[in-house]
């Protein structure tokens, strides 16, 4: 099957559900293609406007899909899925969004014949710039490549174990938020040596981006790029010295160890 031509149904119309739905969007994947469910509908007219249609039942929503896509809470899974189990249909691929549900949990909740799998984005989808995750193991030479497609229209698409995923949450869903962190108080810091809160964004941002992509397009490791702005008694060198006697790193890594170990107690 075309990855355009795939019925796709996502169940939750939260912030993460709706941003995957605008990112199929700018993909081109037509909003006749796309379903969101929600109970509160109204919450969802902005995506009706577009074309995309709604649905509070969903049911009716995951009926016609060849792929769901389920972007609820964890606590609601077992509601959610057992209320679409009787018209989820054999060879129907059910893609999971939730934290922390594992393939074997998806397997003993959904009907024999669908086909579950593992897919960690981050909220960068509706811009298409996603990191996301996938564990497919039950999913065929085919539908990986069906899968890998449709998710390479958000972003960079990296399949991994199952074991991985908790650690892919951490560090590639979640790290949105620490990477977001550093931007602000980096803007902090840009006002208080003379800019103005607006130019100061505007400077980190474009400077986290380059950077960012400086490591993407080259492959080099970050200390090689570092490496390159560091001079003898320089002062980008006093400054990281600076951070990292503040235990810059160290706080980055154990935000991450405290995030994963989190996800681990919860299960």
Request: glycine share 8%.
């Amino acid at each position: 099957m075309e990855v355009k031509n795939l019925k796709i149904a996502i169940i939750g119309g939260g912030n993460l559900g709706r941003s995957v739905a605008d990112g199929f969007l700018k993909a081109g994947i037509a909003a006749s293609k796309l379903t969101v469910s929600r109970r509160r509908v109204q919450l969802l007219d902005d995506l009706a406007v577009k074309g995309i249609r709604i649905e509070k039942d969903n049911r009716i929503a995951v009926a016609e899909a060849d792929m769901i896509i389920i972007a609820v809470k964890p606590y609601q899974a077992v509601e959610v899925i057992s209320e679409i189990k009787p018209v989820i249909k054999p060879g129907q691929l059910v893609a999971s969004l939730m934290t922390g549900i594992s393939l074997a949990q998806l397997k003993e909740l959904l009907p024999v014949g669908a086909i579950p799998l593992r897919i960690m984005p981050n909220t960068a989808v509706a811009l298409q710039e996603s990191m996301t995750m996938i564990s497919a193991p039950d999913c065929s030479p085919e539908q990986i490549e069906l899968v890998k497609e449709l998710f390479e229209f958000l972003g960079k698409v990296i399949f991994i174990n199952e074991e991985l995923m908790a650690a892919a949450t951490v560090l590639g869903a979640c790290g949105i938020a620490f990477a977001l962190r550093f931007i602000r108080a980096a803007i902090q810091g840009g006002v208080e040596i003379g800019f103005g809160a607006d130019v100061a964004q505007q400077i980190v941002a474009q400077t986290v981006k380059g950077a960012t992509e400086l490591i993407l397009q080259t492959g080099h490791h970050p200390e090689q790029e570092i490496d390159k702005v560091t001079t003898p008694k320089g002062i980008t060198i006093s400054g990281l010295n600076e951070m990292e006697h503040q235990g810059f790193s160290s706080a980055l890594i154990r935000g991450l160890l405290v995030s994963y170990n989190k996800i681990n107690n919860t299960k």
